[in-house]
């Protein structure tokens, strides 16, 4: 099992610090994990002057799992987008067709009053967000700068989607939901936009293949106020790029902290890059304060998803609810009045669970 890790910028390489001290002791506890760090993002362009370095990408092709931090950071704000530390994340998902993009939301029962929604509205919260990743806006050509008819400025992107770009995503929603509650809702734009209309098409067109699933359809904007009005509503979410990208920071509040949100990009063969959802968080980088927890279950869906390792995935989450139920709470985490721990010390608190087992 061979993970190439891009701790990336900002507060990646302390999150990933604390993901790698649990993979080592998971190898010397027999489980045989291989990593080899190489840097991507503002990192990338410090090392190689691009955000996806060519010895990066070639390791992440070789290896059969990626293990990413974060990228960005103010320094590299001013760089041209295609240099931009974004243009790392955005590169490698492409290059390595990671279309599928799985965030799950879910409260841990000891975090309910950490989500600044009213606990009975969040509590039980378990939703999977099936979001597409490599299509949409993000990368639908032409896009750029032009001068209108008038001789002003205008930016334009495009949003775009192929039927089978749309088919293999709501596959995807659909044999998620089949393990879980048995909920799809597709979320689009369908009284709006041409291409929501043929995403609606296409993924009521598959559902007749998946009788035991029970599908319906929401416009993106009642999804994102359902979304905090009854969350426990959702089972399964499928959607494109733009949207699942504002979904999923939406759904990570309900969780309580974005710092608790893990997720798992995937190809067609079960290769796949492991991220936590949030960002690189400049303003705290270096102060040992971030939230280690999500990129440690990022390695736990690692271990489901591309190892088939269910086992070592349920390990790693047991830990994560054993340091929690402990007491552990860092910044993002904790209730008014209750003591803090760092990065490291959480971190060391899993491991410590872990080896516990
Ligand atoms: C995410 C992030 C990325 C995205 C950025 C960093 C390019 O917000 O993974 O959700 O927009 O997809
Ligand atoms: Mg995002």
């Known amino acids: 099992m061979k993970i190439a890790i891009l701790p990336g910028d900002g507060i990646g390489t302390e999150i990933v610090g604390e993901a790698q001290k649990l993979l080592a002791l998971l190898r010397e506890q027999g489980v045989a994990v291989e990593t080899e760090i190489a840097p991507i993002g503002g990192a990338g362009y410090d090392a190689a002057r691009h955000p996806l370095p060519d010895a990066t990408l070639a390791l992440a092709r070789a290896a059969d799992a990626v293990l990413l931090g974060a990228v960005g950071g103010p320094r590299y704000d001013t760089l041209p987008r295609e240099l931009r530390p974004e243009q790392g994340i955005l590169g490698i998902r492409k290059a390595l067709s990671l279309f599928a993009n799985l965030r799950?939301?879910?409260?841990?029962?000891?975090?309910?009053?950490?989500?600044?929604?009213?606990?009975?509205?969040?509590?039980?919260?378990?939703?999977?967000?099936?979001?597409?990743?490599?299509?949409?806006?993000?990368?639908?050509?032409?896009?750029?700068?032009?001068?209108?008819?008038?001789?002003d400025d205008e930016g334009f992107d495009t949003m775009r989607y192929s039927v089978p770009e749309i088919e293999r995503i709501a596959r995807v929603g659909f044999e998620t939901a089949r393990k879980r509650a048995r909920r799809l809702t597709s979320v689009d734009k369908a009284n709006v936009l041409d291409t929501s209309i043929l995403w609606r098409e296409v993924v009521t067109r598959l559902a007749a293949q998946y009788p035991d699933v029970t599908l319906s359809h929401m416009y993106v904007d009642n999804a994102a106020m359902q979304l905090v009005r009854n969350p426990r509503g959702f089972d399964t979410i499928v959607t494109g790029n733009l949207f699942g990208d504002i979904l999923s920071d939406e759904a990570s509040m309900l969780a309580g902290s974005i710092g608790m949100l893990p997720s798992a990009s995937l190809d067609a063969n079960g290769k796949g890059l492991y991220e936590p959802i949030h960002g690189s968080a400049p303003d705290i980088a270096g102060k040992n304060v971030a939230n280690p927890l999500a990129t440690i279950l990022s390695v736990a869906m690692m271990f489901r998803h591309t190892f088939a390792r269910p086992d070592v995935a349920e390990r790693i989450e047991a830990a994560v609810r054993g340091a929690l139920r402990q007491g552990l709470r860092t910044a993002d985490i904790a209730q008014p009045g209750e003591a803090v721990v760092g990065t490291r010390a959480m971190g060391d608190a899993v491991v410590a669970a872990l080896r516990a087992q």
């Open 104 to 151: 799950p939301a879910l409260l841990y029962p000891e975090l309910a009053a950490a989500s600044t929604l009213k606990p009975e509205v969040v509590a039980g919260l378990d939703i999977v967000i099936v979001r597409e990743l490599t299509g949409d806006i993000y990368f639908g050509e032409p896009r750029g700068r032009r001068k209108t008819a008038a001789g």
